[in-house]
């Protein structure tokens, strides 16, 4: 990701040289009329202000922690280019029509920066509020995906068909479990994870009456779990 964001930035600024640099060589006067009267300096300005604000929604984009974050945060990139087309548009038209009053393209430049602002702010948000409520979703799931992890990892080491048996219904009981948690199944969940550090015990040295019994105590936990935890919804 780095190299993403070290590439874009250099294109970024090879685009803004260039632009200005189109802007500043030609020629300054064109039928008597000089190119830097009337509102050629508001244009100016709202072009360059959305270089900027381009430059920082994209880098914001490009600077989220994982793949689903970067997803959330592509609406921010489309109107970011959008704003830009938009701003070269006008502009250059503010640069472009003699004699046009300075005024008109400052408040051109002003409303452009406000609405691209605004639209920013708001994909930025929606985009952070997804992104903590999957947080907050991985969080609550952590507990079960860790124990069905666990649940497989010891079936697939169990030694004796009994007590691969054994491993199997307690990886089946995790695996259909219901995945969501809450502060209320902390007890249940303790318990359960007791009662697998005590299986896995029984598991490693093929003990199958032990593993048998300890699978029994797991899934009961595990049920007892699932039904404390249709109560809470």
């Known amino acids: 990701m780095k190299k993403t964001i070290r590439n874009y930035v250099v294109i970024w600024a090879i685009l803004v040289i260039l632009f200005s640099v189109v ?35 994209t880098l914001t984009a490009l600077k989220s922690e994982t793949k689903e974050k970067l997803f959330l945060h592509l609406p921010l990139i489309k109107i970011s280019y959008s704003t830009l087309v938009v701003s070269i548009i006008i502009g250059t038209l503010c640069m472009a029509i003699p ?24 994909a ?27 649940a497989e990892s010891l079936m ?5 068909a009994e007590t691969k048996a ?10 259909y479990s219901d995945p969501m948690s809450d502060s209320a199944l902390a007890g249940l969940e303790n318990q359960i994870s007791d009662k697998m550090e005590e299986f896995a ?5 093929d003990n199958a009456a032990g593993a ?4 029994q105590e797991v899934v009961a936990a595990i049920n007892a779990r699932n039904q404390r935890c249709k109560a809470l919804k």
């Open 23 to 57: 802007v500043f060589v030609t020629p300054s006067e064109v039928g008597g009329l000089s190119k830097f009267g009337g509102a050629f300096w508001g244009g100016y300005v709202v072009i360059m202000l959305a270089f900027i604000g381009q430059l920082i929604c």
């Open 99 to 122: 004699n046009l009053p300075n005024w008109i393209g400052i408040v051109v430049c002003a409303l452009i920066f406000a609405f691209n602002s605004i639209a920013a702010v708001k």
């Open 212 to 215: 048998e019994k300890a699978a």
């Open 201 to 205: 015990a029984f598991v490693k040295t």
């Open 124 to 150: 930025t948000t929606a985009a952070d509020l997804v992104s903590d409520l999957q947080d907050k979703v991985e969080c609550k799931t952590l507990f079960i995906k860790e124990l069905t992890v666990r």
């Open 156 to 160: 697939a080491s169990a030694k004796g």
């Open 166 to 175: 054994a491993t199997k219904k307690v990886y089946e009981a995790a695996r």
